[in-house]
């Protein structure tokens, strides 16, 4: 995992140029191939915890088709650490998808449970349960979304050397956003983009700082400077259409960088349709690119629509 690699380019859009709008992307999918764009941020100093702890592992949570997942069996092996894995849905197994092959493969020990037991991800009690079973773990929540994975998030906006005026994100868990929220300059716009149907950005942004140790006042004021786009949810999470894909396409076509369907293909699709107001003129845009690539690859296959040709 090499954050060098994550160059800012500036991408032409003659639309843009019109208006004296400047596009950068901060390519941050190009860290890793598998614990890419914002896993390696989040995992980064979770990792550095538990070497420093001198813990075996990390014991972490996703669906059946978590990025995260992938990142954290990955980045385990790399460094030499285990990974355990619960997973929600106990009529899963390794073989049940690619990720969770990929898992497997990668070492990370995978443990399926009910719908139910998943509900209780979060809970402290759980958790003394999963460390009486699994001893010398450091637990991690689902998608990296604690302390540590918001402080690797806020060392994004510091390698970037351009004048930037407004960031477009995409939001899972909130993590990625508040990390780079708490790191802006106070002239800075983020404009959050979930993936979810229904998300509220504002809401969960602000329990995800507060909970994360961030002083309550100090906290609102930086939620001022987000502008959430949440009609971009395609459906909701997964979810996509025939033109979200299609767009994809044609960015790939006319710019060489691969989306993906679930996040970053929303963002890029809302920046585009934001950017048309007339608010916005002689401006500096940045995109930040936050992987899910090789999550693409299901939809390709499942949609049977070639994505990047
Ligand atoms: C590619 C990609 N982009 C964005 C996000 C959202 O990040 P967060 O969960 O930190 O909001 C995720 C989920 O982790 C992701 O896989």
New binding site residues.
């Given amino acids: 995992m090499n954050t060098d690699k994550s160059i800012v380019e500036y991408i032409a859009v003659p639309e843009f140029e019109a208006r004296g709008i400047k596009l950068f992307i901060k390519r941050d999918d190009l860290i890793d191939e598998v614990v890419s764009?914002?896993?390696w941020r989040?995992l980064k100093y979770n990792v550095e915890l538990c070497q420093s702890r001198k813990n075996e592992g990390i014991l972490t949570f996703g669906g059946a088709y978590s990025?995260?997942l992938v990142a954290t069996a990955s980045a385990c092996h790399k460094m030499g650490m285990k990974s355990i894995g619960i997973v929600r849905g106990d009529e899963l197994s390794p073989n049940s998808n690619k990720t969770l092959q990929q898992c497997s493969e990668l070492g990370m020990k995978l443990v399926f449970v009910t719908r139910e037991e998943y509900l209780a991800r979060h809970e402290k009690a759980y958790h003394e349960d999963l460390s009486y079973t699994y001893p010398n773990h450091h637990i991690v929540p689902e998608?990296?979304?604690n302390y540590y994975?918001i402080i690797g998030?806020q060392e994004i906006m510091s390698e970037v050397r351009e004048k930037i005026d407004h960031v477009f994100?995409?939001?899972?868990?909130?993590?990625?956003?508040c990390g780079v929220l708490s790191s802006l300059n106070e002239n800075q716009t983020l404009h959050v983009v979930p993936?979810l149907k229904g998300y509220r950005s504002l809401e969960e942004m602000r329990n995800l700082m507060v909970s994360s140790g961030m002083e309550a006042e100090w906290v609102e004021a930086q939620l001022k400077r987000v502008e959430a786009h949440p009609e971009f949810h395609f459906g909701g999470y997964g979810r996509y259409t025939e033109g979200l894909l299609k767009y994809i396409q044609d960015f790939y076509r006319k710019h060489g960088i691969k989306l993906?369907p679930?996040?970053?293909g929303k963002v890029m699709f809302a920046l585009t349709h934001e950017l048309q107001n007339t608010r916005y003129s002689n401006t500096n845009v940045l995109f930040i690119h936050?992987?899910?690539i090789q999550?693409a690859a299901a939809i390709e296959q499942k949609s049977g629509f070639k994505l990047y040709d």
């Fill in positions: 764009g914002n896993k989040k990025n995260h998608g990296g979304a994975g998030c994100i995409a939001q899972g868990t909130s993590a990625t956003s993936a993906d679930v996040y970053t936050t992987g899910g999550g």
